[in-house]
């Protein structure tokens, strides 16, 4: 019998990513596809080698998990071996993990209904879904746990691990965040901006971030926000040809002020602003900020 992963070697990149319901695989996907690939959610087993065949145009992300009607562990684990096997093909199996309370909680605050037991509590599904994926996790080249992240964190760790594999350059993310919440993980570079005027004490701008006109303005008032500012941009400058050679590829940039609100988003807003016009592939995100609209289940157009 023809197997087409054997008569049509496969050249190219792929991801497999699978993991317990719930742990966030949409969310990974949508960041995969944000980045240069390919993505299909819930692939039927049977389709992958006919997919798969001769070189792939753009690298390719694929959905694997216990949803399928066709799934079997051993099944799943027999093609990753055959995948991981192929010489032309750079591949990776990606399992993204989620502890059992984290799981039963995010179901209770969804009511959602775990696919593994429809009819019956969550916590039924959950277990039975980790012990049938218990193999699958072992043989995982790539583990990434979800549990203290949320999807703007899961989407920037994505990004960060396999960005500049759907794109041909180094890719940049600026990000602000709040001391008080301590350093972001995965970052580069960091500045400290606290030493800069605080618009938090200005009772018409407290309300405000630095996405604002009226804060960005008072934050480049600052006689010492303009020698700051272009130290901090010729260095990075100066230094991302040399990252670049040396074949990283994703930088994470981050500024820090005492609540993540007005001086660090202002400076992250300028300089993403300022790399992307010099032609870089630049991203910006604003941790304190995603948390507090995911807060209040709103977010503030950008």
Not at 136 to 145: N, S, T
Request: proline share 7%; charged share 30%; with cysteine.
């Amino acid at each position: 019998m023809m197997d087409p992963l054997i008569d049509n070697p496969v050249q190219g990149r792929l991801l497999l990513l699978t993991g317990p319901s719930g742990a966030g695989r949409s969310t990974a996907l949508r960041a995969l596809e944000d980045v240069g690939f390919e993505a299909i959610d819930n692939m039927p087993f049977s389709l992958v080698p006919r997919l798969v065949q001769g070189k792939l145009d753009r690298p390719l992300a694929l959905v694997l998990d216990p949803r399928n009607r066709d799934f079997s562990v051993n099944a799943l684990l027999h093609l990753v071996e055959r995948l991981a096997a192929m010489p032309g093909l750079d591949f990776d199996l990606v399992y993204l993990d989620c502890s059992e309370k984290t799981l039963i909680r995010r179901y209770s605050e969804t009511r959602r209904r775990h696919p593994l037991s429809p009819d019956q509590p969550a916590r039924d599904g959950i277990e039975l879904e980790a012990r049938l994926l218990r193999p699958v996790r072992l043989r995982a080249d790539v583990l990434i746990e979800t549990d203290g992240l949320t999807p703007h964190e899961l989407r920037a760790e994505m990004q960060r691990r396999f960005a500049a594999q759907g794109s041909d350059r180094m890719s940049l993310q600026i990000q602000s965040f709040s001391y008080k919440r301590g350093i972001p993980a995965g970052v580069d570079m960091v500045f400290d901006c606290r030493f800069l005027k605080n618009p938090h004490w200005e009772p018409n701008l407290r309300a405000q971030d630095g996405r604002d006109g009226p804060v960005a303005d008072y934050v480049e008032a600052d006689p010492r926000f303009a020698p700051f500012f272009r130290s901090v941009h010729d260095l990075v400058v100066s230094l991302l040809p040399e990252f670049s050679e040396e074949g990283k590829t994703q930088l994470v940039i981050s500024f820090g002020c005492t609540g993540g609100q007005h001086r660090s988003v202002a400076i992250t807003e300028k300089l993403a602003k300022a790399l992307a016009q010099a032609g870089w592939q630049v991203s910006k995100r604003h941790r304190e900020l995603e948390r507090v609209a995911a807060h209040r289940g709103v977010a503030k157009e950008e």
